[in-house]
């Protein structure tokens, strides 16, 4: 080759140990995860698995998540060691879906708020039908109750759709809680949905009976305590409050613009390998026709 050709391989070489040491940090990462889900999982049953269960188990979405990056980082490590081209282009395929599911969220959430806080509400109640079917998802729901100071999911409206009544009512949803239940927690909500103790919020004691009957309208104890805000409502504010709203964007734009950028190495890298099959086989061609007296 002459001495115009010598950059372009040089680059093509960069982007190749480029590609690859990210792709083993990938494969690293998702090693981790699927380790991770894989030792809580190990605790429980694959064979008792429902779509539900699966949306609300920790343990089987980071198995799902490390899955789909160990996937990303052999065809990745493969394709830009070895040079095969199929590897290369699924790579950059699945990094061009995942680009444009994640623009489609952001647009999403940007202009659809509304959409947004239907689904978030959605999963939200199956946590709450779920609590006490599954410690993960009673430890998720405490959690986040404990932590945005909110209970129950948003907001119920009343059938003359003029009043609503408090996100605590939707712990109705689950057979334990609801008052028409025979359970001694019927009528009441999580300890998670209490306010702390005044003057007490550092408290290490918790009472886990803080919530008992505070569903019963006629009751003293109605509402006693209980956080005013729904979870779901708790989230979306939080989310959608100025600078957050910024940090959100710029931080899945940030992502974005990441997986597009190796997204392009990988196309460009299979580009490169292509050529250079295809000039193989052309050489491998020319040397044929030689020997067959076929080019004088």
């Known amino acids: 080759m002459g001495d115009g050709d010598d950059s372009p391989g040089i680059t093509s070489i960069i982007l190749k140990f480029v590609l690859f040491f990210m792709n083993c940090l990938v494969l690293l990462i998702g090693l981790v995860l699927v380790t991770i889900g894989g030792f809580v999982q190990t605790e429980k ?31 990745g490590c493969i394709g830009a060691l070895l040079e095969v081209y199929p590897l290369l282009i699924i790579y950059g395929s699945i990094l061009a879906i995942i680009a444009i599911l994640l623009i489609a969220a952001l647009i999403l959430f940007v202009v659809k708020k509304d959409t947004i806080n239907k689904g978030i509400s959605e999963a939200f109640d199956v946590y709450i039908k779920q609590y006490y079917s599954d410690v993960d998802t009673q430890n998720i729901v405490d959690f986040l109750q404990s932590t945005f100071e909110c209970c129950g999911s948003t907001e119920l409206a009343l059938s003359n759709q003029t009043a609503r009544r ?22 009441s909500v999580p ?92 050489i491998k061609t020319d040397e044929k026709r030689i020997m067959k007296g076929q080019v004088k």
């Open 45 to 75: 049953t694959f064979s008792e698995l429902t779509v539900q269960s699966v949306l609300s188990n920790p343990a089987i979405i980071l198995i799902i998540a490390g899955g789909i990056l160990v996937i990303l980082g052999v065809c």
């Open 166 to 187: 408090s996100a605590a009512h939707s712990w109705e949803a689950n057979p334990y809680f609801n008052c028409s239940s025979p359970a001694y927690q019927k009528c």
């Open 191 to 282: 300890y998670s949905c209490c306010m702390p103790a005044s003057g007490n919020t550092t408290a290490v004691t918790i009472n886990l009976q803080c919530g008992y009957n505070t569903l019963n309208t006629a009751g003293m104890n109605y509402l006693l305590n209980i956080q005013p805000i729904g979870c779901v409502d708790a989230i979306i504010k939080l989310a959608t409050m100025g600078q957050n709203f910024n940090i959100i964007i710029g931080v899945v734009s940030g992502i974005i613009l990441v997986i597009v950028i190796n997204a392009a190495i990988a196309f460009s890298v299979a580009r490169d390998v292509y050529q250079e099959n295809k000039a193989f086989r052309q």
